[in-house]
């Protein structure tokens, strides 16, 4: 090992070795790219502070932070909002430690209540830890026969059910179609939209990276999502479905067709995102064959005494939930944005 110091700096406006860093590094994820700063800084306004090691010009470790400031919510520093995974990808021991003690001391200067990294495996062990989310992922045949069978003979049976409705699906690049049936889908569960500014920043951001599979019956898009790729991943992300979807198995066809298109692409491992424990979504995904792993999102505490508990699961926000259901549709996505840009 070099001699010569370890330097903690703040990524600028060069981006690329930071993505040549990320694409290097096993432990690297979608959510570590450096895309994330100009998406997050334009699309909602926060301060981003993307940390990296560096020994004689070269990068031995990143953690993405950005500080999320909110009088309705919480005053927090995460590692990553909006995102599934994050925390330190670095070669050396030296480079994480000294990530993890810079992000503790800005949470501190910053007069924050809590530093968040969202871990995808337990890193400190003195840390309060939050196990209320799981994630799901799975490897992908190289041929759409083998994933058909792959799939559990009840929800494959679902899957066949939606192919005789005679739905079809094609690519989009951009948010037309998606968002409508984004906005319907979340005010049904009660959960603030975030705006259509932010899903056209991903797609312009990750560009190729990024698209939009919608599912149309006899003409008319029915679901929609919105999907991240990243080596060998195909990671489907925001996702709307209209009110004839359910009785079309319009949900159940949209994955399905996406693994058709992802391995097409070269996919080989369908990520399904987080979900939270014992919920339609984690069960919905379980009847994919897909395996709960527990994602451990991890807090050091600066200026509280506990976890925060912001999840919607939290009882004090049942009477939002049921109000916000209860709004109207075109109200919900002017007054939603400004929500949840704040929710990280």
């Not at 060069?14 to 690297?28: C, G, K, R, T």
């Not at 990750?206 to 999502?225: I, P, S």
């Not at 195909?234 to 994955?255: C, F, I, M, Q, T």
């Not at 395996?291 to 600066?302: C, D, F, I, N, T």
Request: with cysteine; charged share 25%; aromatic share 14%.
């Amino acid at each position: 090992m070099s001699a010569a110091a370890l330097h903690i700096r703040t990524l600028d406006h060069d981006n690329a070795a930071w993505e040549a860093f990320v694409a290097a590094s096993p432990a690297a994820t979608f959510f570590h790219r450096a895309g994330w700063k100009e998406v997050i800084e334009r699309a909602f306004g926060h301060r981003c502070y993307f940390l990296y090691a560096e020994r004689d010009g070269r990068i031995e470790g990143i953690l993405p932070l950005v500080h999320v400031k909110s009088r309705l919510f919480a005053n927090a520093l995460i590692s990553t909002p909006f995102c599934v995974y994050g925390g330190v990808v670095a070669d050396t021991a030296e480079a994480e430690s000294a990530l993890y003690t810079e992000a503790c001391a800005r949470a501190d200067a910053l007069g924050v209540d809590y530093f968040e990294s969202r871990e995808r495996a337990p890193r400190h062990e003195a840390w309060p830890r939050k196990d209320l989310y799981y994630t799901f992922r799975r490897e992908l045949a190289d041929n759409d026969d083998d994933n058909l069978q792959r799939i559990p003979r009840k929800q494959r049976a679902v899957v066949r059910k939606g192919i005789k409705n005679g739905l079809t699906w094609s690519i989009d690049k951009d948010i037309d179609r998606l968002y409508p049936l984004y906005a319907y889908n979340l005010r049904s569960l009660g959960t603030p939209v975030f705006s259509q500014k932010y899903m056209r920043e991903l797609l312009r951001v990750f560009g190729r990276d990024c698209d939009v599979l919608t599912v149309t019956h006899e003409g008319e898009a029915v679901a929609a999502v919105l999907n991240f790729y990243f080596r060998d991943e195909v990671l489907p992300y925001y996702s709307g479905a209209g009110p004839s979807a359910r009785d079309l198995k319009a949900n159940d066809y949209l994955y399905w067709a996406l693994m058709q298109h992802a391995v097409a692409r070269g996919a080989r491992v369908f990520d399904f995102g987080r979900s939270k424990t014992d919920t339609g979504p984690y069960h919905f995904k379980r009847h994919w064959g897909f395996e709960p792993q527990p994602l451990a999102y991890e807090y050091y505490l600066s200026g509280m005494d506990a976890m925060p508990d912001i999840s919607p699961n939290n009882p004090k926000y049942a009477m939002f939930i049921k109000a916000w259901q209860r709004l109207p549709l075109p109200v919900t996505r002017v007054v939603g944005p400004w929500l949840s840009k704040d929710l990280g």
